[in-house]
């Protein structure tokens, strides 16, 4: 699942950046691979999980709940990290599991600056032609 979600993602900023003028498909199209790492890193945290179900600090203990909800929590999860808004519910408790946090928070922030650097650009671009 995490190579097709890589290889995804990659071929739709190829989209994105190969175009030259700023449109609604180039934006619904960053937003779309924006989700899309989500859904790795959130992949990587249940299999984290499924190496030490003691990785992260939950709400209800990873033993105690299905699969299915266990996964939605670590979507949410992935979110809120890469987000930066940290909302505390969940915790990483192991170091692995900290070092990915760390590095989803810092790819959803350059992530956004490097989005709005280029939407600029282009938009730019397009005002002068």
């Given at each position: 699942m995490l190579?097709?979600?890589?290889?995804?993602?990659?071929?739709?900023?190829r989209f994105v950046y190969r175009?030259?003028?700023l449109t609604i498909d180039g934006i619904f199209a960053t937003i779309?691979?924006?989700m899309i790492v989500a859904l790795v890193f959130a992949q990587l945290y249940m299999l984290?999980?499924?190496l030490d179900p003691h990785s992260f600090s939950l709400p209800v203990p990873a033993g105690e709940r299905s699969r299915h909800l266990l996964h939605l929590d670590m979507v949410y999860y992935s979110l809120i990290t890469q987000c930066s808004v940290g909302y505390g519910?969940?915790?990483?408790r192991s170091e692995t599991a900290r070092m990915v946090a760390v590095i989803q928070a810092v790819i959803g922030q350059f992530y956004m600056a490097v989005v709005v650097a280029v939407f600029v650009g282009m938009y730019a671009s397009q005002r002068r032609d």
């Open positions: 190579p097709l979600l890589a290889l995804l993602a990659a071929g739709i900023l175009s030259r003028r779309t691979v924006y984290l999980l499924g519910d969940i915790l990483p």
